[in-house]
């Protein structure tokens, strides 16, 4: 069934179907191809002359914020823009030294000597060798540095003023009023 006097404005053909202006979709696409492209030269010439960022060639743009004169030219200068982002984004502080006016805390533990020697029953071969060669080492007047039994300032739950450890400070099995507390620890030290 076709409409009498209707034709395709773009080739000519008469119009089937319920169709009114274009005989396919083909010359529906091209017709509106062709009007995009004379609006986009109508108002390219508006738009003035420039360089290309990358090669530096005379173009005319199509549009006022395209910079580029190419689509390898434009791709090159996306993938400056994407570097430059990185840069940005991965952009490290510098570290400063440390003021010499800031000394770095020194925590001092109170060793002592001795030459009575404690040791472990064990029938292991490797420790009646170690026991013989510290007895030799105190009969020959030697002395054994003992440390001190409380941990190192490398354990980030120790009180450093104190010693103390923080389940003690903040409440958790917290049995002594604080001169209970200092006074043990002047006895540890």
């Given at each position: 069934m076709s409409k009498k006097g209707k034709t395709c404005s773009r080739c000519g053909k008469e119009l089937s179907g319920i169709r009114s202006r274009f005989c396919s979709d083909t010359c529906y696409l091209a017709v509106k191809r062709s009007q995009a492209k004379e609006y986009s030269q109508k108002f390219r010439f508006q738009i003035p002359e420039r360089d290309c960022e990358i090669c530096g060639k005379e173009f005319k743009p199509i549009r006022g914020d395209v910079t580029a004169c190419s689509k390898s030219c434009s791709r090159i200068k996306t993938r400056q823009k994407q570097?430059?982002?990185?840069?940005?984004?991965?952009?490290?502080?510098?570290?400063?030294?440390?003021?010499?006016?800031?000394?770095?805390i020194?925590?001092?533990?109170?060793?002592?000597?001795?030459?009575?020697?404690?040791?472990?029953?064990?029938?292991?071969?490797?420790?009646?060798?170690?026991?013989?060669?510290?007895?030799?080492?105190?009969?020959?007047?030697?002395?054994?540095e003992q440390q001190p039994t409380t941990p190192g300032s490398k354990?980030?739950?120790?009180?450093?003023?104190?010693?103390?450890?923080?389940?003690?400070?903040?409440?958790?099995?917290?049995?002594?009023?604080s001169d209970e507390l200092l006074e043990d620890y002047n006895d540890r030290n």
């Open positions: 570097r430059e982002r990185r840069k940005k984004s991965r952009k490290l502080e510098i570290v400063k030294p440390m003021k010499a006016s800031v000394k770095p020194k925590i001092q533990y109170k060793v002592s000597y001795h030459t009575e020697p404690k040791f472990v029953n064990s029938e292991d071969p490797k420790h009646t060798k170690l026991k013989n060669a510290v007895q030799d080492f105190v009969a020959k007047g030697g002395t054994i354990i980030p739950t120790v009180n450093l003023k104190f010693g103390f450890l923080a389940e003690d400070v903040f409440g958790f099995g917290w049995e002594k009023n």
